[in-house]
């Protein structure tokens, strides 16, 4: 049975290096994937993914007008998708059929929570949904598992305040446990 999943963590623990990994397994045995990234995310160009460890692949597009269900056929393997948190959660929904009615396993990649610790919208519908989840490790300055994000500004100094979604990498984000989160 297909399952939708969904993959997350805080920045930089390599979700894109994974779902890079996932693609390159699934076409090694002759299988076909499409993969998917936000339309927004321009850090790298749009349409690509890009790990901070060097690969990049160019993939489609998403946006919030974007329906799967009308794009997705039974002809490929797996749908596999990046930056998760800006899906909405009608999209969210049609992924959750992709996987139960078409059978069509569906991996996402993303952010569960802002640099504020509020949750985007996509990220706690793919939490309510998903038939399985899974945290991707990664550590905070002082050690510890990072689970939240930071926003910092051109100084480095953490902002408390702003929109909730603005594109950065690790000049505008840094990833901190929970303690380090609090007592910033």
Excluded: W
């Excluded at 290096?17 to 998917?36: D, P, S």
């Excluded at 007008?65 to 794009?71: A, H, M, P, S, V």
């Amino acid at each position: 049975m297909a399952k939708l999943y969904f993959r997350y963590s805080a920045m930089n623990a390599g979700k894109s290096t994974a779902m890079l990994q996932v693609a390159h397994n699934y076409e090694e045995q002759g299988q076909t994937v499409r993969l998917f990234t936000a339309a927004i995310d321009n850090r790298y160009g749009v349409g690509k993914v890009t790990s901070r460890l060097g690969p990049q692949r160019e993939t489609e597009v998403f946006d919030a007008g974007t329906d799967f269900l009308k794009l997705i056929d039974q002809r490929i393997a797996c749908l596999l998708i990046d930056e998760a948190q800006f899906l909405t959660t009608v999209q969210v929904q049609q992924l959750h059929k992709l996987a139960q009615v078409r059978g069509i396993p569906v991996i996402t990649y993303g952010l569960r929570s802002d640099f504020r610790g509020e949750p985007f919208p996509g990220s706690a519908y793919l939490l309510a949904l998903a038939d399985d989840i899974e945290e991707l490790k990664n550590i905070c300055t002082c050690g510890k598992k990072a689970t939240m994000n930071i926003r910092v500004d051109q100084d480095g100094k953490r902002m408390k305040e702003g929109e909730q979604i603005s594109i950065g990498g690790n000049e505008s984000y840094r990833q901190a446990c929970g303690r380090c989160f609090y007592s910033e």
